[in-house]
C-alpha cells in the first residue's frame, strides 16, 4: 500500500512540474518587432462576394417570382392544371385542346350536356391494334371521304342494337324496315337484284327502267304484277311476247280489246250486204303463224274469203 502512495505522489509531482514549466513558457516577453497579419477577406475580394451575393439573392427573388407567375397564368391547383383536372375517374380536360403528339387513352367521352368534337386541319384518324401491334381498324375522316378499313363495319340502332347496316367483303346487309332513294336518277343496280317486295311511296309512281338493255324479272314460283287502283301498262318498241312453256295464258276480264288489229278485205256475195263502209261487226280470225286480224262478219264465217292478209305476215 505505501509504494502504491509514493508512485500517486511521484505523478503529482510531475504533473505540476509540467504545469509550471508550461506557465513559464507562455509568460515569455515577445519580440518587439513582431508583424500581425489580419485573419478574413478585405479589399475589392469582399466587395465582388458581396456582388455575387445580391446578385444570387435577386436571382432568387426573380426566380421566385416568375413561379408565382406561371403558376398564376397556368392556374395551377391541387385538382390540376387550367382545364386539367385529375379525378378519380381518370382525367377530366375542359374547352379547346390541341394535342401536337400522339394520344393513347382507353376511352375518350364529353360531359352529358355537351358533344365530344374532334377537329384536324387535314384529317382526322382512329386506329384499332392488337396486342401485338398490327392494326385491325381504321376509321379515317377526310376533306374528301370517309374511310373505314376493317374486316366487318356495322351501322346499329340506339335503342334495341338492331343491325342496321353491315358490310364485309361477301356480302352488304341493310337491316332497316324501308329503303328509301331519294335521288333523281333512282337506283343503279350493276348486277342482279334479290327482293321479295319492291314497292313505291303513297301517291308515287313505280318505274323499272333498263334504257339500254333489257329488264328481266324472274322467280321460280311466279311474278305476279297487280295494279290495285289503277291501270297495268306494258309498252314496248318492236314486239311483246307472252309466252307460257308449260301452262296456258289467261285473261280475265269485262272487256277484252285488241285495237289497230288488221281487217281483211271480204266481197259480199248478196246484192241485199251492207257495204264494207257501213261494217260493224268484224270476225276474228287467226292464221296458222298465230297472227290475228279481222274480217267482216257474214251470215258464216269470212276468214277463208280475208285469208289473203296471212300471205303478208
Known amino acids: 500500500m505505501d509504494r502504491s502512495t509514493n508512485l500517486d505522489i511521484e505523478e503529482l509531482k510531475m504533473t505540476r512540474e509540467q504545469y509550471i514549466l508550461a506557465t513559464q513558457h507562455n509568460n515569455l516577453p515577445r519580440a518587439e518587432n513582431a508583424q500581425l497579419y489580419p485573419v478574413g477577406i478585405y479589399g475589392w475580394r469582399k466587395r465582388c462576394l458581396y456582388f455575387f451575393v445580391l446578385l444570387l439573392l435577386v436571382t432568387m427573388i426573380v426566380n421566385l417570382a416568375m413561379t408565382i407567375w406561371i403558376l398564376k397564368v397556368m392556374n395551377f391547383t391541387v385538382d390540376g392544371m387550367g382545364n386539367l383536372r385529375v379525378t378519380k375517374k381518370g382525367i377530366r380536360l375542359e374547352g379547346i385542346s390541341e394535342f401536337l403528339l400522339p394520344l393513347y387513352v382507353k376511352e375518350i367521352h364529353s360531359r352529358k350536356d355537351s358533344p365530344l368534337v374532334l377537329q384536324s386541319d387535314r384529317n382526322v384518324t382512329v386506329n384499332a391494334r392488337n396486342h401485338m401491334g398490327q392494326l385491325t381498324g381504321q376509321l379515317t375522316v377526310g376533306a374528301d371521304a370517309v374511310e373505314a378499313q376493317c374486316k366487318r363495319f356495322e351501322v346499329r340502332a340506339s335503342e334495341d342494337g338492331r343491325v342496321l347496316f353491315s358490310a364485309d367483303e361477301d356480302e352488304i346487309t341493310i337491316g332497316a324496315e324501308k329503303l328509301k332513294v331519294t335521288g333523281t336518277e333512282g337506283a343503279v343496280f350493276g348486277h342482279s337484284v ?112 280475208s285469208s289473203n292478209i296471212c300471205l303478208w305476215s
Open 194 to 305: 334479290e327482293t321479295p317486295h319492291i314497292r313505291a311511296e303513297p301517291s308515287q309512281d313505280l318505274r323499272l327502267e333498263s334504257p339500254t338493255r333489257s329488264l328481266i324479272m324472274e322467280a321460280p314460283r311466279g311474278v305476279q304484277v297487280s295494279a290495285a287502283a289503277g291501270d297495268f301498262k306494258a309498252t314496248c318498241r318492236k314486239e311483246l311476247h307472252l309466252q307460257s312453256t308449260e301452262g296456258e295464258i289467261f285473261l280475265n276480264a269485262d272487256t277484252i280489246r285488241l285495237g289497230n288489229l288488221p281487217t281483211g278485205s271480204f266481197s259480199p256475195s248478196s246484192p241485199s250486204s251492207s257495204s264494207h263502209s257501213r261494217q260493224t261487226v268484224y270476225e276474228l280470225c287467226v292464221c296458222p303463224n298465230g297472227k290475228l286480224y279481222l274480217s267482216p262478219a257474214g251470215v258464216g264465217s269470212t276468214c277463208q274469203s
